[in-house]
Nanobody, 125 residues
Framework: QVHLVESGGGLVQAGGSLRLSCTAS????????MGWFRQVPGKERDLVAA????????HYADAVKGRFTISRDNAKNTVYLQMNSLKPEDTAVYYC??????????????????WGQGTKVTVSS
């Protein structure tokens, strides 16, 4: 079983940047596609970005294209989300998730194999 722990959230002013990290531990990280999702109270959890195991494929929500970048370092069992030009509407709890099927991560399926506990990002105006 893979366990995921997010870090890097916090309070930032609009226009600023944050980098989130998600580190996996457990039996194996090998072969998993990863995704970052976000959720605000009262709304569904939405896909922000996804990356395949090899990092050869990435996918972004329209709202973050050109501002956010997903990457991974498989040697460190870590996936990153670099967030630039942050806006107040980016305020949410950010979760990382893992699944052996990249297409399911891209689809934003709620039943992905593993979820982290979330890290809160607050962007002030």
């Amino acid at each position: 079983q893979v366990h995921l722990v997010e870090s890097g959230g916090g309070l930032v002013q609009a226009g600023g940047s944050l980098r989130l990290s998600c580190t996996a531990s457990g039996r194996t990280f090998s072969g998993y596609a990863m995704g970052w999702f976000r959720q605000v109270p009262g709304k569904e959890r939405d896909l922000v970005a996804a990356i395949s195991w090899s990092a050869g494929n990435t996918h972004y929500a329209d709202a973050v294209k050109g501002r956010f970048t997903i990457s991974r370092d498989n040697a460190k069992n870590t996936v990153y989300l670099q967030m630039n030009s942050l806006k107040p509407e980016d305020t949410a709890v950010y979760y990382c998730a893992a699944d052996r099927h990249y297409r399911l991560v891209v689809a934003g399926a709620p039943y992905l194999e593993v979820w982290g506990q979330g890290t809160k990002v607050t962007v002030s105006s």
